[in-house]
């Protein structure tokens, strides 16, 4: 019997390939910078920290923090997006166009101006708590949009995307209105309208990783279902699968998942739309394989993005959030072309 | 496997699509669901699956209600092919069968080696075992409605509805498609209800027919009793001829200006 071995081969060969890009971006993303480190001091300071040594240091405080949220918020953003994209079966879902980018943006900005204190370093934690409800509250709000919208009558989620896209630009309207009536502290604010990899916000990472590692978790005992889920819901509920159940579990927690990326780093977009378009023609459309090399991929790409963002106008830095939208906003263009405007588009209406 | 309806209604938002339907499916038989457009035939299906709410009556698998069934349990027993089928990009055939069997699976588990039996024979009954490893989106149109197929039969259940499984197909497929469908019932003994849109393939495979219109059923029973001249008048609204030649059973609609 040898129909799944091909699958298998190059599950396993797309999953390599995604561990060795992953670190490839990681060991670039530690060395380069104002400063490079060659990669015998790399190994040594990960062997043996050496506090006399300014590499190590800065290693230690502040590439390795960095390096690690950007890891974070990659794999995140990456595991959301395969699995909003496997439930809704489109390809244009992602954590960003569901509102949840623009919700937790929005409940940040809020809070800031009712309470100036939240933005104080000592309430790291207490502005990702924040933006983990934003977060949750965007997404809610595009799916009861939705609903309201027809959603029922709508299997390919097309008006969950319409939905998502009003409510992310209703939110960010709100915030820039907030932004606008208080200009002496827009700057401090500006880290959270775009995604912002820093290495201060470590703490809000060592509180926050848990809930990614659950999420991930959940999302990948539920992966055979949500298999079944790509193929209609009529036929995954006829094959055995609790479709509303699964749904909502999967959907929530991915929200979550997404989410808790958001309170560590700011909003990064795109990653959750691009990463599942990348991984999917290596590893195919299985949910759990492609649930494990997004989170490679997507970890990768984000070091990368963070690399590209501290590299390019050096002495100063960008946003990786920035330049996560410039790359995206590339890809989206990619994945419209592909899906919608080539001969292969009417298959998707 | 017996399946029975009891003064069955179902309705789709406010519309009525089936009212008061009763009926006992023959076992180990195939049976044709057919009616006009709308006159709730698939509706009735996926009703059966629990896929729509039943606004009155029930239906019973074996004397058993359908709706005290658990979903896992109602899979192993019951497998349905609906209308429309959605091929993901960058599955394959492989991957597609070994979904199937979702219901008899435990978690974190791959499938037994009794599952790849049934996986293998699904896809050889189909013709397709040497394309397990290809795309669902490189076969063509014929090939992915047997794929389907094959799903259904690796689901190794004992009864199975299918929805217009020829649709899109031209007349070489539907025969053989209907034909394979065929020897289901009357070689493993499977319990077969097909919605069909044409008489005459209905006629050529079909042990027993349904005849329904405007959510009720018109008539039932053996093919050659229930496709009559009167019935397909009465269901269809139309004229027809209805003869044999060569032992087969042919039904030659007239063509009738469309009314309302």
Not at chain 1, 205 to 218: E, K, N, P, R, T
Not at chain 1, 270 to 284: E, K, N, S
Not at chain 2, 208 to 218: A, F, K, N
Request: glycine share 10%; net charge positive.
């Amino acid at each position: 019997m040898n129909y799944g071995e091909g699958v298998l081969r190059r599950q396993r060969l797309g999953l390599m390939l995604g561990a060795g890009g992953l670190l490839l971006a990681l060991g670039l993303n530690l060395s380069l910078g104002a400063r490079w480190i060659a990669p015998d001091t790399l190994v040594g300071a990960l062997y043996e920290f050496d506090p006399d040594q300014l590499d190590h240091f800065l290693l230690w405080f502040q590439r390795i923090p960095r390096a690690l949220i950007a890891i974070y918020t990659g794999a995140m953003m990456a595991c959301a997006g395969v699995v909003l994209q496997s439930l809704m079966r489109n390809p244009l879902t992602s954590p960003a166009t569901l509102g949840v980018n623009a919700g937790a943006t929005l409940l940040v900005v809020l809070g800031a101006a009712l309470w100036p204190q939240l933005l104080s370093p000592e309430n790291l934690v207490a502005q990702g708590i924040t933006a983990l409800a934003g977060g949750v509250f965007g997404a809610v709000l595009a799916l009861t949009v939705a609903r309201l919208a027809g959603m029922a009558q709508d299997p390919r989620g097309f008006s969950l995307i319409l939905a998502g896209a009003l409510v992310a630009m209703l939110l960010s309207g709100v915030t820039q209105a907030i932004l606008l009536s208080d200009p002496q502290r827009r700057s401090d604010l500006l880290g959270w309208a775009s995604g912002n990899i820093n290495h201060v916000y470590a703490d809000r990472l060592a509180a926050f990783w848990w809930i990614g590692v659950i999420c991930c978790g959940v999302l990948l005992l539920l992966s055979r279902s949500l298999n079944l889920i790509l193929l209609g819901a009529d036929k995954a509920s006829s094959t055995g699968v609790n479709v509303p159940l699964v749904s909502r579990v999967a959907m929530l927690v991915s929200v979550f998942a997404a989410a808790s990326a958001v309170a560590v780093c700011g909003p990064v977009g795109f990653i959750g739309l691009v990463v599942p378009h990348i991984a999917r023609p290596l590893l195919g459309a299985a949910v759990g394989p492609l649930l494990l090399g997004s989170t490679l991929i997507g970890a990768g790409l984000c070091l990368m993005a963070d690399l590209t963002a501290r590299m390019a106008f050096q002495p100063y830095t960008l946003h990786t959030g920035v330049v996560m939208d410039l790359l995206g906003g590339l890809f989206f263009v990619a994945i419209i072309r592909q899906h919608y405007l080539s001969g292969r588009a009417g298959r998707l209406t | 496997m017996v399946l029975e309806l009891c003064n069955v209604s179902v309705s789709y938002g406010k519309n009525l699509c089936v009212r008061d339907v009763s009926h006992r499916f023959s076992d180990g038989r195939f049976t044709a669901l057919v009616g006009p457009n709308g006159c709730g035939k698939s509706t009735l299906l996926r009703a059966l699956m629990g896929l729509l709410p039943m606004q009155q009556g029930e239906a019973r698998l074996d004397q058993r209600p359908v709706s005290t069934i658990g979903r896992r349990s109602l899979a192993r027993r019951v497998a349905y092919l609906p209308q429309d089928n959605h091929c993901p990009d960058y599955m394959t055939l492989g991957e597609l069968i070994e979904l199937s069997s979702f219901s008899r699976s435990r978690l974190m588990r791959g499938p037994s080696a009794s599952d790849r039996q049934i996986f293998r024979d699904a896809l050889e009954t189909v013709g397709l075992l040497d394309m397990a490893h290809r795309p669902l989106n490189t076969l063509s149109g014929g090939q992915r409605q047997r794929a389907w197929i094959a799903m259904v039969l690796a689901q190794d259940a004992d009864l199975i509805l299918m929805d217009e499984p020829v649709n899109h197909l031209d007349i070489a497929y539907q025969y053989s498609v209907l034909n394979l469908v065929a020897r289901l019932t009357r070689q493993k003994g499977k319990t077969v209800i097909c919605v069909l849109h044409d008489l005459n393939l209905t006629a050529s495979f079909a042990d027993e027919v349904v005849l329904m219109r405007d959510g009720g059923i018109e008539a039932a029973g053996p093919v050659r009793e229930t496709i009559t001249v009167g019935n397909v008048t009465k269901t269809f609204g139309m004229e027809a001829e209805i003869f044999d030649r060569n032992g087969r059973l042919v039904c030659l609609p007239y063509p009738t200006e469309l009314t309302a």
